[in-house]
């Protein structure tokens, strides 16, 4: 079993358990890549030693390395539905993510940041700042989502109606939609706008 850095991250891979079990996406991958937002910063000086001079060098900045939580690669039977490029210009809905195309296979794929509705050390702020600096940098979107918010507008996972320890059934406080009840309203969206 996976190791997750926090249970929102393990709760949103239930979910996306659930979008491989229904065909959705083909894979996904955590904590797959890094990518280099800005390189490390030195410099020298010279420092006086008894017999000679010695060059020293400090670092004056560490590099900056942004790790997204989550790389979906999507199945392209449901561009329009659960995801569209995000260059596209040619939608008319509006589906829940944006993605990019891979250069190796031309598959649509989405990196994700996966945060808690509560954010006690204001994680949230940096990582914006992450997000505009990847996708001017490197032109990636990742794409923000709040565990349980994301449940509350799309649907809960099934793993997730059971408590952690799977023994018990947990307490939900918000209204309950299930996979399919979901996926109807989503095509129910796409072709009331046709």
Not at 146 to 157: C, N, S
């Amino acid at each position: 079993m996976m190791k997750f850095n926090s249970n929102e991250e393990l709760y949103f891979s239930w979910f996306l358990d659930d979008l491989i079990k229904h065909g959705i996406i083909n894979r996904y991958l955590y904590e797959s890549n890094s990518f280099i937002l800005s390189g490390r910063k030195s410099y020298t000086y010279n420092k006086q030693l008894v017999t000679k001079v010695k060059p020293i060098r400090l670092s004056l900045l560490d590099e900056h390395i942004y790790t997204p939580d989550f790389l979906v690669e999507w199945n392209d039977d449901y561009y329009g539905i659960f995801f569209r490029d995000i260059e596209s210009v040619n939608c008319f809905t509006k589906p829940p993510f944006f993605s990019v195309r891979s250069k190796k296979n031309n598959l649509p794929y989405t990196f994700f940041e996966v945060k808690g509705n509560f954010d006690r050390n204001n994680m949230t702020r940096l990582f914006r700042i992450n997000q505009k600096w990847l996708y001017d940098k490197h032109g990636l979107y990742v794409h923000l989502v709040t565990i349980p918010d994301l449940f509350k507008r799309m649907f809960i996972p099934e793993r997730y109606f059971k408590t952690d320890s799977n023994r018990q059934l947990r307490k939900i406080n918000f209204g309950i939609k299930k996979f399919d009840e979901y996926f109807m309203w989503l095509k129910n969206q796409q072709y009331a706008r046709k």
